[in-house]
């Protein structure tokens, strides 16, 4: 695996340099970010298709956009830092997030009770003031939905939800509905919106199929 990881560093490395590829050469991590969103979008298509080959190839391309990303940092005049760094301080928040598997603490019985410790830990070591701070804006919003009725839950908070007649309103209704039902709501609309792509692709070559310029 290692062996991998370090072929991968240095194929970014020779990009980077010079006499590697200009274009790579030129990025930076504001011109890499809609890449990194995309790749993320591309995985979790690939989980949700179930093939293995498509998920294995995603993943690298997830694993690229750290090691791209990285390769950049390395080069910052003032606050330089590389993967390893980055895979450090990953493993720092992971052991410290996780009590009662690294310092045998049994406080935290359950996948409920675990949750509601990490957000309380990830609030105390990040200076964060709400359990609702840190949720990306760049989130679809039915995922941001879920992701802001998930948080307020863990944290015991009494929050009624809108109830006007609004569209708003009533998409908000059904993301609480997935949510107590332990469903992911951008999943389950994506899955009947394939569904719908999928009647659509077949309704374009079956025989009712309205061509252009058709009476109808």
Not at 63 to 88: G, K, M
Request: contains cysteine; hydrophobic residues 40%; glycine residues 8%.
């Amino acid at each position: 695996m290692a062996d991998g990881l370090d072929r991968l560093v240095e194929v970014m490395d020779r990009l980077r340099s010079p006499g590697g590829c200009a274009w790579d050469a030129e990025q930076t991590h504001a011109s890499l970010a809609p890449y990194a969103l995309e790749e993320a979008h591309e995985l979790v298509e690939a989980i949700e298709s179930g093939s293995r080959e498509h998920l294995r190839e995603e993943l690298g391309d997830v694993l690229l956009q750290v090691v791209f990303h990285a390769r950049v940092a390395q080069e910052h005049p003032d606050d330089p830092f590389d993967l390893d760094a980055i895979a450090q301080v990953c493993a720092d928040k992971l052991v410290t997030r996780h009590p009662h598997v690294f310092e045998d603490d049994a406080g935290a019985a359950t996948p409920a009770e675990h949750l509601r410790r990490w957000d309380r830990i990830k609030n105390e070591t990040s200076g964060r003031e709400s359990v609702m701070d840190g949720i990306p804006a760049t989130l679809g919003a039915l995922a941001r939905a879920q992701k802001v009725l998930g948080r307020a839950e863990r944290a015991g908070l009494a929050v009624a939800h809108p109830q006007g007649d609004g569209v708003g309103d009533a998409l908000l209704a059904l993301v609480a509905r997935a949510q107590a039902e332990g469903r992911d709501a951008e999943a389950e609309l994506r899955a009947a919106t394939r569904r719908l792509e999928a009647a659509a692709r077949a309704s374009e070559s079956g025989p009712d199929r309205v061509t252009e310029g058709s009476s109808e």
